[in-house]
């Protein structure tokens, strides 16, 4: 809830980083809190949402789930009007591609051989990005099955696509970040070299139902 964000935000926390799955939730936050705030989207994202959420909010900091090239125009379409209407001191956005590591099919994400291409095309055709590096969801039965002392074939798949990656891009492997691990699995993550986890849920508990999500009377409540 956004009045749970801003108490984080707020001293002594003053956390910076946060992350939302809804592309309108994160625009309605990002209005009403303060834009300090670095938010980092990481849902599924649909082609259309991706030029309003990229366009609308100044202080979006991430798009962590970029698997198709259109996806990633449409972002640079979004930044690049913004950066015409507040001027080029926005920095540019950055993006994690996405890969299926797991290979189910109701995960998103590019295949693990398509990524380079994405990656490229993000360097190459979309000056207002910036290639952060890349993203899974892996299988959370994949974790839980996991051996102690043994490894997750999921996050073993990022960091060999990324090592693969950096290779045909002619950077180094430390250039191109790992976001990997969930609440569930965070540790498994970090030990296998993830940058980045996403434990929402283990800070501010199982959120609600989206139907149930209240933006602005969240936030007013956090003023009284």
Known sequence: PANDILA?????????????????????????????????????????????????????????????????????????????????EIPPLRVFVQVNTSGEAEKSGVEPEGAAALCRHVREKCPRLRLQGLMTIGAIARSQGVAEGKENEDFITLREVRDRVAGELGVGEEELELS????????????CGSNEVRVGSTIFGERPAKKDAKVKDDVDEGKE
């Open 8 to 88: 984080l935000h707020r001293p002594p926390h003053s956390h910076l980083h946060f992350g939302e799955n809804y592309a309108q939730e994160l625009q309605e936050k990002a209005a009403l809190l303060p834009r300090e705030i670095r938010w980092h989207f990481i849902g599924a994202l649909q082609t259309n949402k991706c030029r309003p959420l990229a366009e609308q909010v100044p202080n979006l900091w991430c798009v962590e789930s970029v698997d198709a090239a259109k996806k990633a125009d449409q972002l640079q379409k979004g930044r690049e009007a913004l950066c015409q209407r507040e001027g080029d």
């Open 180 to 191: 990997m691990g969930m609440s569930e699995d965070f540790e498994s993550a970090i030990r």
